[in-house]
């Protein structure tokens, strides 16, 4: 049952793995070609939040951020797979902070194809942020062992 639940979170965390190796093997002195393409939707998404809650994000550099998703996602990864919380927990953030930047559907009119296509791999990622809800919220509710303590031993005379 272990093996069929390591080889289930390895599986899941391959997800995670690929992208973060692609990051990593383009990442370059500028951050590659995921800083180029992070570096319009976040500008988005600050204005975003700055127009509905009229805090002001600071100004971060791409690279940085590419940076911080591959530490998220691999020392999650690396985490989840030996059935930490901990990793399901940094993968969770990763999740929940690049999701709404990545793909954001809610600048697209509904009509449009780049809609369609955002909205898909943002529900894609939703999927993924429910499983590691899932993961954490069966790791919490399986008791944990306790070692048995045997019953002392009568002594007799």
Known sequence: MALISFVGRLLF????????YQEFSEF????GPAA????PKFSAFSKHVTSQTGLHLPPVEMKHLVLGAILLKGLGSFLFVFGSSFGAYLLLLHQAIAS?????FYNYDADKKEFAQLFVKFTQNLALLGALLY????KNSMPRRSAKKKA???KTV
């Open 135 to 138: 993961f954490i919220g069966m």
């Open 100 to 104: 709404p930047i990545l793909y954001d």
């Open 152 to 154: 002392p031993k009568t």
């Open 36 to 39: 180029k393409a992070l570096s």
């Open 28 to 31: 370059g002195v500028d951050g």
């Open 13 to 20: 965390v391959s997800v995670f793995v690929l992208s973060a």
